[in-house]
């Protein structure tokens, strides 16, 4: 899938929420979430990572604010257990579609489960990856539920 394919997939999953949602194209990379907080110009934790973690044979991808490390105690409980790993880059094109860098929340398999992170609570507009690692979508975290179809969860080592 080229860089326009993923962006273009996202941007058609999102029209038929009509919520006016858009993702931006930037010329800097937003690969991680430091340099998407670089170029966007806001904090580390607006920036909400996408991350796919495999235990076992299943699957879930997790998306919390930048800023926080994932507790990989409650992801093993989150998917039933056995060793905690992410998921290598070619298993995360395979499954969700979109590279490591450029990995949307939504748009993915429906057997994949969707976890978010509580802590993006705390902002008006978190930014998402939107399907390349140019592109992000500034989306409210109430938002997140009906578009990802994930649940808010505790993800956050104390």
């Known amino acids: 899938m080229s860089n326009n394919q993923g962006l273009e997939r996202a941007r058609r999953y999102l029209d038929q929420f009509n919520l006016g949602l858009e993702p ?3 010329e800097k ?3 991680t979430s430091a340099e998407a907080a670089e170029t966007l110009n806001v ?3 607006q920036i909400a990572k996408s991350i796919l973690f495999r235990c076992g044979n299943k699957y879930g991808l ?3 604010a930048g800023d926080i ?3 990989d105690k409650k992801v093993r409980a989150l998917l039933g257990g056995g060793k905690t790993k992410i ?3 070619e298993e995360v094109i ?4 979109y590279p490591v860098g450029g990995v949307c929340p939504f748009d993915i398999d429906e057997n994949i489960p969707i976890f978010l992170d509580q802590s993006m609570m705390r902002f008006k507009t978190v930014y998402t990856s939107a399907g390349t690692p140019h592109s992000l979508l500034p989306i409210s975290p109430l938002q997140l539920p009906q578009v990802t179809k994930g649940e808010f969860v505790d993800l956050e080592k104390k």
């Open 94 to 97: 395979e499954l969700t579609g």
């Open 24 to 26: 931006l194209e930037h």
């Open 87 to 89: 998921a290598k880059p």
């Open 69 to 71: 490390k994932i507790n």
């Open 62 to 64: 997790f998306v919390a």
């Open 29 to 31: 990379t937003t690969k």
């Open 43 to 45: 904090e580390l934790g």
